[in-house]
């Protein structure tokens, strides 16, 4: 059976209007690697501290009857984190269970662990505490790993400019 992986997508606000903004010259980007691994780096640290502050106080309480039997059998370990494999899958590049792929125009990044997107999602009988959530502030530092890297190795030209497109205003009578 093929390995399944849980994918997040991450939208930006204002994205149209950036990508109309920043039209860059798609033909110009040859080597995004660098970048690539700078993210896939951020990724792993910013999981981290998503994992070990439990959301960062976020995820909802175990129930007192699991946290019991988690405890006596586990130990005393943060939501999430039992055997240790999901958290090893989201912030050790090395793992085995750890997804990085590195494409020309884009990279995947996430887990193959199976039960993670349970988590993700939450069940009828589990609460939702997403393993996996980048803020704001690393969408911010991702665009900023991009667009240093198309500068720096001479990789951002603009395209041709087209405008923006806007919806008619109705003039007010």
């Known amino acids: 059976m093929a390995k399944q992986m849980l994918s997040i997508n991450l939208g930006v606000e204002g994205e149209k209007r ?51 039997r988690k405890a006596a059998k586990y130990g005393n370990k943060p939501i999430l984190q039992r055997s240790g494999r999901l958290r090893a899958s989201l912030t050790d590049p ?15 990044l996430g887990t193959k662990v199976r039960y993670a997107r349970y988590h993700q999602k939450g069940t009828r009988t589990m609460p939702r505490r997403p393993p996996v959530r980048m803020g704001r502030d690393a969408g911010k530092r991702w665009s900023r790993i991009i667009h240093e890297h198309l500068f720096e190795t001479g ?19």
């Open 18 to 68: 950036l990508r109309a903004v920043l039209q860059v010259s798609i033909d110009a980007i040859d080597d995004m690697d660098p970048a690539w691994q700078r993210i896939r780096d951020d990724f792993a640290e910013e999981e981290k501290d998503w994992l070990d502050s439990e959301g960062r106080g976020s995820f909802r309480r175990l129930s007192p009857a699991y946290a019991a």
């Open 94 to 108: 090395n793992d085995r269970d750890f997804v990085y792929r590195a494409e020309r125009l884009r990279v995947v």
């Open 155 to 173: 990789q951002f030209q603009r395209a041709p400019r087209v405008p923006l497109l806007r919806g008619r205003r109705r003039r007010r009578a």
